[in-house]
């Protein structure tokens, strides 16, 4: 932590008080509310599309925090990755898993109040310590810090290696994605594995939003002759 | 005198009686030569050292055992004319036990087993008579007791044989516990556990306790050789084979106790206390068991309180201080109470019954075994201690020993000082003995006369005595079953007796010169002094004329009863008496001269004057309750803590258990906040 | 501007995503929580570089990456949610518990029952 404080600069702690706030900081902490309200609504609501939607607004606001942090291509990155394809991936997820529209009253599970526990003492800890380790930090915005130009001359400088390596990665991650979603090779069995699987719960409770698998291989699956809805039709075999 | 021969008489046995532990299962055609000839072989053995040795000679010889750091142990023999002569008699009754075993466990499956304990327990025997030293003479002591043990439990089947056999065991390892602090207080008084030493030691009183050590030894050998207060395993013993009776329960391992005292007499003459113990030990022991042989209806607990009663003569004529004669009367009796217990085995064989009143209504039964008839006379007149048999020279040695005592020459033969011996233990001694006398005559007259000499209460034309002629509930050996009539007295049993009768009837003369057998022991007189020869005898002859005439008056009112009996059998008698009449003449009680004789004291002494029921008050039942409420802390307490740690371990399994729900987000939320509690932890 | 502000809103930020990881029944919104926790990190780390102006950019560099990384994470992460979702006819996380003990299931049945029907509260 020394290091850090040693590489900082000079932090001159008595010319900024937290109650003579700059103009940037005003904007940042608007800004940040908004994120904060977003995020919290995308978390707790009961609507699933609304989350992925509120979702889109908290990830629309923490890019333009990354604007006022002078990082602006990450921003331009965020807005580019997080709301045109994450979002939309996740928007695809919901409906490929059916999620119902409208209120859900089992959006949250039983675990809710544990969670609630766990997350209220993990934001008490981090504060705390964020507010005792850097209470006097000052950040001096200069411009160009996040220019598209400095961010790739660093990255094409000094991070070519593990840029191509995440390449590497991203590749596996699609291939890996067409296979899961294919659900195995063309033809052979994608493996609904034996009895077990199947049989260990009954598919599609009576009771749940969500349509049981019988009403369509068109839904859930790309292809007709895709398995699962074929074992679907085997009646569920109890415990 | 070359030492391998010695080595041999106790070494020959105990091989063969490992051969046949080894061969006894798979070749049990082996088991009877493997029996009988180790043993015959060792008995001629210590015929011939006995002789080599000679007279007045002690052969000594020792060998380190290892070094104890304290006073050593060692592989010593000791031979000298006791040891000849306690030897030769070892051999002599075991080899005839043996040879009649052949015959009277002819068809015991067990049989192999049997005959290598008897010859194990022959060679523990020998080792006992020929160790020099005390600790080894203890372990040839310990085997012969755990040989006993299964010996008498030989019938395993039979609930009475088990428990007399860990009857046996038990009360003789009482006695064995201080006997074993005995011998260390010995050997840390005299700084060695060799016999000799301790003997010099003792003749320059260097022995700190001796009275306590005499005390300590003395309950050891109350327990082996029966005497009053340990005494009431010998009875119960009887459950085991004949033979072994004969062997271990009459001949040899009970007299082993009267051995040690004779070995160690030296200690024991250091303490008046001692000796006046030891006297009322035997007088109790002596008066009491011929009570209870009186009133006793199995044969063989009749000899057995016989024998108790006889190791009391030999205890009484050590506690007289004349070793001697304790030593006389053990071999003489040794020969004649094996005889009386081999032909005992016989009669039960052709009687198929203990009880001496069934047997008595056996018609023929004299005439069916007519050698064991003839032997046990020969043998209760010895035992009744009539002239010129065995018993009558050692009794009378034993009396006069007491005698002597008594006026305070005690005839020591140079062990020790005549005064070390109290006028009080003669006295006790001498008394106990005469009164002993008497009862043991008319008990011999009773046994006699009731089992062989009834009237015959059915007519001789009914040869086959029933088995069913037994009372209910009388004792029975379970051996017995494969005997056949016509076989009553195969010649294997037969010999056996005539051998043993030899001794029994000449043996007595050996006393009489004092460079016979006393030159062989220690040198004094065994030749028996006109007034207590008189005073015996009478009593004796007084003692067989009681019973006699008892017994005739019983005879009498029996036969005048069946008589009158028998007359309402008539055409009328079913309109009279028709509960009464129909009574067999069978069921008459016999003719016992020893309910006359004793009245009221009849019953408490057939239950042993109830000392096994007080045991059972005062020992018995404390064990019992103390191992119940050990079983209970064991069952209930100390099972509950072993029961509640694996509960404990179960119901913690399963409380972990019911975490592992397989849901992802209760493992993630108590992963994150374990991390939080590190977190905070880690920085306060 | 002080460092404190976009510390404190990132930690919060990663609050609320753990919230929506725990709390959340269906998979794929677990999977938005996420993002949002990757999203206070990118932030955090946004602000460290805009603090320290290290030559490397290291806050920066790494910041893309993570976001890279994080797109191939949905990606693959929705592949597998729809893989399950096909075979077990359900995306609640809390129904997906084959890798429970079962022996507790049938050992106890009653108290099975009991799990389950608060799992569906």
């Given at each position: 932590m020394s290091v850090l404080f040693a590489a900082a600069g000079p932090l001159e702690p008595a010319a900024r008080s937290f109650l003579s706030p700059t103009g940037v900081e005003i904007v940042f902490l608007l800004v940040g509310v908004a994120v904060l309200g977003s995020a919290l609504v995308a978390v707790t609501t009961k609507q699933l599309v609304h989350a992925a939607l509120w979702l889109v607004v908290a990830l629309g606001g923490l890019a333009v925090e990354f604007l006022l942090l002078t990082a602006e291509f990450i921003a331009w990155v965020q807005v580019l990755i997080y709301l045109g394809s994450v979002v939309v991936l996740v928007l695809f997820g919901l409906m490929l898993t059916k999620a119902p529209i409208g209120r859900s009253p089992d959006a949250d599970s039983g675990n809710r109040w544990v969670a609630l526990v766990v997350a209220l003492a993990a934001a008490g800890t981090l504060v705390t310590l964020m507010?005792?380790?850097?209470?006097?930090?000052?950040?001096?915005?200069?411009?160009?810090?996040?220019?598209?130009?400095?961010?790739?001359?660093?990255?094409?400088?000094?991070?070519?290696?593990?840029?191509?390596?995440?390449?590497?990665?991203?590749?596996?991650?699609?291939?890996?994605?067409?296979?899961?979603?294919?659900?195995?090779?063309?033809?052979?069995?994608?493996?609904?594995?034996?009895?077990?699987?199947?049989?260990?719960?009954?598919?599609?409770?009576?009771?749940?939003?969500?349509?049981?698998?019988?009403?369509?291989?068109?839904?859930?699956?790309?292809?007709?002759?895709?398995?699962?809805?074929?074992?679907?039709?085997?009646?569920?075999?109890?415990? | 005198m070359n030492l391998a021969l010695p080595v041999l008489v106790p070494a020959l046995p105990a091989l063969g009686a490992a051969a046949t532990f080894a061969t006894g299962r798979r070749a049990p055609g082996f088991a009877r030569p493997l029996a009988i000839l180790p043993v015959a072989a060792s008995a001629v053995l210590a015929l011939v050292v006995a002789l080599q040795l000679g007279t007045g000679q002690v052969l000594e010889a020792a060998t380190r055992l290892t070094p104890t750091g304290g006073p050593e142990i060692s592989l010593a023999i000791q031979l000298d004319g006791y040891t000849s002569v306690i030897t030769v008699l070892v051999g002599l009754v075991a080899t005839c036990v043996q040879v009649y075993s052949t015959a009277y466990l002819k068809d015991d499956p067990r049989y192999p087993s049997y005959a290598a304990l008897v010859s194990l327990f022959t060679a523990a025997m020998f080792v006992v008579v020929y160790s020099g030293d005390l600790i080894v003479l203890l372990v040839g002591w310990e085997v012969m007791g755990i040989c006993s043990y299964f010996l008498i439990g030989h019938h395993w089947e039979t609930a009475d044989a088990r428990s007399a056999s860990l009857k046996a065991f038990l009360v003789t390892k009482l006695g064995d516990v201080p006997f074993v602090f005995g011998i260390f207080l010995l050997g840390a008084d005299a700084g060695s556990f060799r016999i000799s030493d301790v003997l010099s030691a003792a003749g320059h009183g260097q022995l700190g306790h001796p009275?306590?050590?005499?005390?300590?030894?003395?309950?050891?050998?109350?327990?082996?050789?029966?005497?009053?207060?340990?005494?009431?395993?010998?009875?119960?013993?009887?459950?085991?084979?004949?033979?072994?009776?004969?062997?271990?329960?009459?001949?040899?391992?009970?007299?082993?106790?009267?051995?040690?005292?004779?070995?160690?007499?030296?200690?024991?003459?250091?303490?008046?206390?001692?000796?006046?113990?030891?006297?009322?030990?035997?007088?109790?022991?002596?008066?009491?068991?011929?009570?209870?042989?009186?009133?006793?209806?199995?044969?063989?607990?009749?000899?057995?309180?016989?024998?108790?009663?006889?190791?009391?003569?030999?205890?009484?004529?050590?506690?007289?201080?004349?070793?001697?004669?304790?030593?006389?009367?053990?071999?003489?009796?040794?020969?004649?109470?094996?005889?009386?217990?081999?032909?005992?085995?016989?009669?039960?064989?052709?009687?198929?019954?203990?009880?001496?009143?069934?047997?008595?209504?056996?018609?023929?039964?004299?005439?069916?075994?007519?050698?064991?008839?003839?032997?046990?006379?020969?043998?209760?007149?010895?035992?009744?201690?009539?002239?010129?048999?065995?018993g009558f020279f050692s009794k009378e040695a034993v009396l006069t020993a007491a005698e002597h005592a008594a006026t305070g020459e005690?005839?020591?033969?140079?062990?020790?000082?005549?005064?070390?011996?109290?006028?009080?233990?003669?006295?006790?001694?001498?008394?106990?003995?005469?009164?002993?006398?008497?009862?043991?005559?008319?008990?011999?007259?009773?046994?006699?006369?009731?089992?062989?000499?009834?009237?015959?209460?059915?007519?001789?034309?009914?040869?086959?005595?029933?088995?069913?002629?037994?009372?209910?509930?009388?004792?029975?050996?379970?051996?017995?079953?494969?005997?056949?009539?016509?076989?009553?007295?195969?010649?294997?049993?037969?010999?056996?007796?005539?051998?043993?009768?030899?001794?029994?009837?000449?043996?007595?003369?050996?006393?009489?010169?004092?460079?016979?057998?006393?030159?062989?022991?220690?040198?004094?007189s065994l030749r028996p002094t006109p007034v207590t020869a008189v005073i015996g005898t009478g009593l004796a002859v007084a003692g067989i004329l009681i019973a006699w005439a008892a017994w005739r008056s019983g005879t009498a009112r029996v036969t005048a009863a069946r008589l009158a009996a028998g007359r309402p059998l008539g055409p009328t008698a079913e309109g009279r008496v028709p509960g009464g009449a129909t009574t067999p003449p069978a069921e008459q009680?016999?003719?016992?001269?020893?309910?006359?004789?004793?009245?009221?004291?009849?019953?408490?002494?057939?239950?042993?004057f109830g000392v096994d029921r007080l045991y059972t008050a005062l020992f018995v039942r404390p064990a019992g309750a103390a191992a119940k409420l050990v079983r209970f802390l064991d069952r209930e307490v100390v099972e509950t803590y072993v029961r509640g740690t694996g509960l404990g371990a179960q119901l913690l399994g399963r409380a972990v258990r019911l975490a592992q729900t397989g849901n992802a987000q209760t493992y993630l939320s108590a992963l994150l906040a374990g991390v939080v509690l590190l977190a905070v932890w880690a920085a306060v | 501007m002080h460092l404190a502000y976009p510390a404190v809103l990132a930690a919060l930020l990663f609050s609320v995503g753990v919230y929506g990881v725990l709390a959340r029944r269906n998979v794929v919104l677990v999977l938005m929580s996420v993002e949002l926790m990757l999203n206070a990190v990118n932030l955090d780390l946004v602000a460290f570089d805009a603090w320290l102006r290290d030559s490397l950019h290291a806050g920066q560099a790494l910041t893309l990456f993570v976001i890279t990384v994080a797109a191939a994470e949905i990606g693959l992460g929705l592949a597998i949610v729809l893989l399950v979702f096909r075979t077990r006819g359900t995306a609640d996380i809390d129904r997906i518990t084959a890798l429970g003990d079962p022996a507790e299931a049938a050992q106890a049945p009653a108290a099975a029952d009991t799990l389950k029907g608060r799992a569906a509260a």
């Amino acid at each position: 932590m020394s290091v850090l404080f040693a590489a900082a600069g000079p932090l001159e702690p008595a010319a900024r008080s937290f109650l003579s706030p700059t103009g940037v900081e005003i904007v940042f902490l608007l800004v940040g509310v908004a994120v904060l309200g977003s995020a919290l609504v995308a978390v707790t609501t009961k609507q699933l599309v609304h989350a992925a939607l509120w979702l889109v607004v908290a990830l629309g606001g923490l890019a333009v925090e990354f604007l006022l942090l002078t990082a602006e291509f990450i921003a331009w990155v965020q807005v580019l990755i997080y709301l045109g394809s994450v979002v939309v991936l996740v928007l695809f997820g919901l409906m490929l898993t059916k999620a119902p529209i409208g209120r859900s009253p089992d959006a949250d599970s039983g675990n809710r109040w544990v969670a609630l526990v766990v997350a209220l003492a993990a934001a008490g800890t981090l504060v705390t310590l964020m507010v005792d380790a850097f209470r006097s930090a000052w950040i001096d915005l200069g411009a160009g810090g996040g220019s598209t130009q400095a961010t790739g001359t660093s990255l094409f400088r000094h991070w070519v290696l593990p840029f191509e390596a995440l390449s590497v990665l991203l590749l596996a991650a699609l291939v890996g994605a067409v296979v899961l979603s294919r659900g195995g090779g063309r033809g052979t069995a994608p493996a609904p594995r034996a009895g077990r699987l199947r049989a260990g719960k009954p598919v599609g409770t009576p009771g749940r939003a969500v349509p049981p698998p019988q009403a369509g291989p068109d839904a859930g699956a790309p292809k007709p002759a895709d398995p699962a809805p074929a074992a679907s039709t085997t009646p569920p075999q109890e415990r | 005198m070359n030492l391998a021969l010695p080595v041999l008489v106790p070494a020959l046995p105990a091989l063969g009686a490992a051969a046949t532990f080894a061969t006894g299962r798979r070749a049990p055609g082996f088991a009877r030569p493997l029996a009988i000839l180790p043993v015959a072989a060792s008995a001629v053995l210590a015929l011939v050292v006995a002789l080599q040795l000679g007279t007045g000679q002690v052969l000594e010889a020792a060998t380190r055992l290892t070094p104890t750091g304290g006073p050593e142990i060692s592989l010593a023999i000791q031979l000298d004319g006791y040891t000849s002569v306690i030897t030769v008699l070892v051999g002599l009754v075991a080899t005839c036990v043996q040879v009649y075993s052949t015959a009277y466990l002819k068809d015991d499956p067990r049989y192999p087993s049997y005959a290598a304990l008897v010859s194990l327990f022959t060679a523990a025997m020998f080792v006992v008579v020929y160790s020099g030293d005390l600790i080894v003479l203890l372990v040839g002591w310990e085997v012969m007791g755990i040989c006993s043990y299964f010996l008498i439990g030989h019938h395993w089947e039979t609930a009475d044989a088990r428990s007399a056999s860990l009857k046996a065991f038990l009360v003789t390892k009482l006695g064995d516990v201080p006997f074993v602090f005995g011998i260390f207080l010995l050997g840390a008084d005299a700084g060695s556990f060799r016999i000799s030493d301790v003997l010099s030691a003792a003749g320059h009183g260097q022995l700190g306790h001796p009275t306590l050590t005499a005390l300590l030894l003395l309950a050891g050998v109350a327990g082996k050789s029966a005497q009053f207060p340990l005494h009431t395993w010998l009875p119960d013993a009887m459950a085991g084979p004949t033979p072994v009776s004969a062997l271990i329960h009459a001949a040899t391992m009970v007299a082993a106790g009267i051995y040690l005292v004779a070995r160690l007499l030296p200690v024991f003459l250091l303490s008046g206390a001692a000796l006046i113990v030891l006297a009322v030990m035997a007088a109790v022991t002596m008066i009491g068991s011929a009570l209870c042989a009186l009133a006793q209806d199995d044969l063989k607990r009749v000899l057995a309180y016989s024998t108790v009663g006889q190791l009391g003569y030999m205890a009484g004529a050590l506690a007289s201080g004349d070793r001697e004669a304790s030593v006389f009367h053990l071999v003489s009796h040794g020969a004649f109470k094996a005889l009386l217990f081999l032909a005992a085995g016989v009669v039960i064989h052709a009687a198929h019954t203990n009880s001496i009143s069934a047997m008595s209504r056996m018609p023929g039964l004299r005439r069916r075994v007519p050698d064991a008839y003839w032997t046990t006379g020969i043998a209760l007149v010895a035992l009744v201690g009539l002239p010129p048999f065995s018993g009558f020279f050692s009794k009378e040695a034993v009396l006069t020993a007491a005698e002597h005592a008594a006026t305070g020459e005690a005839i020591t033969n140079g062990v020790g000082p005549a005064s070390a011996v109290p006028a009080t233990a003669g006295w006790i001694v001498l008394v106990a003995a005469c009164l002993t006398a008497l009862i043991t005559a008319a008990y011999a007259t009773r046994l006699w006369l009731v089992a062989f000499h009834t009237p015959a209460a059915v007519p001789p034309a009914a040869p086959a005595p029933a088995p069913t002629g037994a009372e209910p509930g009388a004792p029975y050996s379970p051996e017995v079953d494969e005997a056949d009539p016509a076989t009553a007295e195969p010649s294997a049993m037969r010999w056996p007796l005539w051998v043993l009768a030899v001794p029994t009837m000449g043996f007595g003369i050996a006393g009489v010169r004092t460079d016979w057998l006393p030159a062989l022991l220690d040198g004094g007189s065994l030749r028996p002094t006109p007034v207590t020869a008189v005073i015996g005898t009478g009593l004796a002859v007084a003692g067989i004329l009681i019973a006699w005439a008892a017994w005739r008056s019983g005879t009498a009112r029996v036969t005048a009863a069946r008589l009158a009996a028998g007359r309402p059998l008539g055409p009328t008698a079913e309109g009279r008496v028709p509960g009464g009449a129909t009574t067999p003449p069978a069921e008459q009680p016999p003719a016992d001269p020893g309910r006359t004789l004793l009245g009221p004291l009849f019953g408490p002494a057939r239950h042993g004057f109830g000392v096994d029921r007080l045991y059972t008050a005062l020992f018995v039942r404390p064990a019992g309750a103390a191992a119940k409420l050990v079983r209970f802390l064991d069952r209930e307490v100390v099972e509950t803590y072993v029961r509640g740690t694996g509960l404990g371990a179960q119901l913690l399994g399963r409380a972990v258990r019911l975490a592992q729900t397989g849901n992802a987000q209760t493992y993630l939320s108590a992963l994150l906040a374990g991390v939080v509690l590190l977190a905070v932890w880690a920085a306060v | 501007m002080h460092l404190a502000y976009p510390a404190v809103l990132a930690a919060l930020l990663f609050s609320v995503g753990v919230y929506g990881v725990l709390a959340r029944r269906n998979v794929v919104l677990v999977l938005m929580s996420v993002e949002l926790m990757l999203n206070a990190v990118n932030l955090d780390l946004v602000a460290f570089d805009a603090w320290l102006r290290d030559s490397l950019h290291a806050g920066q560099a790494l910041t893309l990456f993570v976001i890279t990384v994080a797109a191939a994470e949905i990606g693959l992460g929705l592949a597998i949610v729809l893989l399950v979702f096909r075979t077990r006819g359900t995306a609640d996380i809390d129904r997906i518990t084959a890798l429970g003990d079962p022996a507790e299931a049938a050992q106890a049945p009653a108290a099975a029952d009991t799990l389950k029907g608060r799992a569906a509260a």
